[in-house]
């Protein structure tokens, strides 16, 4: 049987095209169930305030960061969205003293203009949200090299090569409303890819590259972060890729409540306990990975049932 074609965008594919079971069973899940799916490789941890929630996301920067010497320099790969760790961050590392000579850090994205990476003088720049939100704010004598702050640009070669002989303990994310994280996100339904998106084997090699965002991603962005003003938002951005993921010794995805939404924390959550790898949920493709953990603002989590409003 063919797959359906998605109610949200009908030349893309999304979650809307899988099994209408498996869609049934992620929305009937309750809080006691989602706790029930963790499993070996998978964990999942909630926190009962969003200070806990956000103090805890910035302690994974701090513990990976201290674990970093000259000889085994150690990085973590941060995202925007959530960004409320990282002022956190930059408070920490002053108020433990903590040096970070020998520390590094990935961005996950970066917005694509006209072939180029957006200049940090752009308002929604990532590298420009990291450096005012964070590592602008650490004092001098503890700061970063500049060398060893890493984002994505056009010409990838740079960004790649710099996962090769430092250490990634961690890398962090957020999940978006079409279930990817940084910015890989499901294909175009066209070309190869008409009758089935990527086989996650073939998903999972794909680098840091260009791609084309789904619709539902520049609705997201724009709602989030431009005031719903979609003509804001570009249509292209830089990604790290899951061959890079593969390289972090942990992925660590935090969910707040307000980037996805009930059912979509739902869905993914079982899909990775289960094993349930499909590109056109992206997320779902860190059911491969040996060690994920997802982590829950337990006011966020909400119920899938009807309710008007």
């Not at 305030?49 to 973590?76: K, M």
Request: hydrophobic residues 40%; charged residues 20%; aromatic residues 10%.
């Amino acid at each position: 049987m063919p797959r359906p074609i998605s109610k949200i965008a009908p030349g893309w594919w999304d979650y809307t095209t899988l099994e209408p079971e498996l869609l049934r069973d992620a929305a009937c899940l309750t809080v006691e169930d989602i706790a029930g799916l963790a499993r070996p490789g998978f964990r999942i941890a909630f926190y009962d305030s969003l200070e806990q929630f956000y103090l805890a996301e910035a302690l994974e920067y701090i513990r990976a960061w201290q674990a970093a010497t000259a000889d085994n320099p150690v990085g973590l790969c941060g995202p925007i969205g959530p960004t409320e760790q990282l002022p956190l961050v930059a408070q920490l590392v002053n108020a433990l003293g903590l040096s970070l000579h020998n520390a590094h850090f990935w961005g996950m994205d970066e917005w694509l203009l006209d072939g180029k990476e957006a200049d940090e003088s752009h308002p929604l720049s990532f590298a420009r949200a990291d450096r005012e939100l964070c590592f602008d704010r650490i004092r001098a004598e503890l700061a970063m090299p500049a060398a060893n702050l890493h984002f994505p640009k056009a010409n990838t070669v740079a960004y790649e090569a710099s996962w090769h002989g430092v250490r990634c303990a961690v890398m962090q994310g957020g999940q978006g409303e079409v279930k990817h994280w940084a910015f890989n996100d499901p294909v175009r339904r066209e070309g190869i890819y008409a009758d089935a998106p990527p086989a996650p084997h073939v998903y999972r090699e794909f680098g840091t590259r260009s791609v084309e965002l789904h619709p539902l991603t520049l609705i997201q962005n724009a709602r989030t972060s431009g005031g719903g003003n979609i003509p804001l938002v570009p249509t292209h951005a830089l990604t790290v890729g899951p061959k890079q993921t593969w390289l972090a010794d942990r992925v660590s995805i935090w969910h707040p409540g307000h980037h996805d939404n009930p059912f979509g924390m739902r869905l993914t959550t079982l899909m990775i306990s289960k094993g349930i790898a499909d590109s056109a949920v992206p997320m779902s493709l860190l059911a491969d990975h040996p060690d994920v953990l997802f982590n829950f603002y337990s006011g966020g989590i909400g119920t899938c049932e009807a309710e008007m409003h």
